[in-house]
């Protein structure tokens, strides 16, 4: 647990134990099921406000796993205008990096939208950088139209992934634009367009994604047309040949019995007579498929 405290009281947990629920139990006045939705290890984006204008909320921020591998983990707050409290499994930059600016904030309702702001910038970072990415996959099948397949299913999975919660998130921010605008909240004139722009800019993170989405659908169906035109284009090839081959094939079988009264079987020139008679059904067979036109 980190705790510190100047003009304002503000305490993180950085794991969920028996020993959280037991300090927010005697610490708190949160009944019991408020407890259990602070400490519930899977659970969307909400916000919950108690009768008495405290706040519960639930956030979902991104967790590096690797250079190129994150999730969207759980961050959790409770706050009231003396002090806040913020729970997550993991020691997360959106949280940490508040520890400088946490002395500006005078109240915990404005240090809580700094952490929010903090965390849709963090995600909007990181929608930009995949959708380089997707510039980039975009870029590399225009020039040379060979691609990994693998490349856009991970990337469409990433954004379905952050997608997936934005969208719960983007009612909470509404609902806390909601709330703070109430009249009894105070410093509405102030802090309501803060509270509406987390909003607006997780509206335009959730399009960003839904064009992004449709882009990499796009390319895949492009790589499928291609892949399908190719293998289209080997069967008719093949199909072709053993189109052309198969009365050549029935006359060698034919002529090639081992039985008295074959054509040809006692003449000199039976051989040269016979491919030339192949020969010429061939071309009889080019002819008619290029009137037909299965081949130009």
């Known amino acids: 647990m980190k705790s510190i405290s100047s003009n304002m009281s503000w305490q993180h947990f950085e794991q969920f134990d028996a020993e959280t629920e037991e300090w927010l139990k005697y610490n ?8 259990s939705i602070l400490c519930d290890d899977l659970t969307r984006p909400r916000v919950v406000f108690t009768e008495t204008d405290q706040v519960i909320c639930i956030l979902r921020v991104i967790h590096k796993e690797s250079e190129s591998d994150f999730s969207m983990v759980s961050v959790r707050f409770f706050f009231d205008k003396q002090q806040l409290i913020s729970l997550s499994l993991y020691s997360l930059p959106a949280i940490s990096q508040l520890i400088q600016v946490k002395n500006k904030s005078t109240t915990p309702i404005d240090f809580f939208y700094r952490t929010c702001e903090a965390i849709v910038d963090n995600i909007t970072a990181q929608i930009v950088e995949m959708d380089e990415k997707i510039h980039n996959i975009h870029d590399k099948w225009t020039d040379e139209e060979a691609i990994d397949s693998n490349d856009i299913l991970a990337t469409r999975k990433q954004v379905s992934h952050i997608q997936r919660f934005l969208l719960s998130q983007a009612d909470v921010f509404q609902k806390l634009y909601l709330f703070f605008s109430d009249k009894k909240n105070g410093n509405s004139k102030v802090i309501n367009p803060k509270w509406r722009e987390l909003n607006n800019a997780t509206n335009r993170d959730i399009e960003a994604l839904t064009d992004m989405r449709e882009r990499l659908q796009i390319l895949q169906d ?3 047309q291609k892949r399908e035109e190719t293998h289209n284009k080997i069967l008719f090839i093949m199909s072709l040949v053993s189109t052309i081959f198969l009365p050549l094939t029935f006359i060698a079988s034919l002529l090639g019995m081992n039985v008295s009264g074959i ?34």
Do not use: H
Request: net charge neutral.
């Open 28 to 35: 708190t006045q949160l009944t019991n099921e408020q407890i």
């Open 222 to 224: 492009a790589i499928m």
């Open 263 to 296: 054509p040809l079987q006692t003449g000199n020139d039976g051989f040269w007579i016979l491919c030339g008679l192949l020969f010429f059904i061939a071309i009889i067979e080019l002819v008619l498929f290029r009137l037909w036109k299965w081949i130009k």
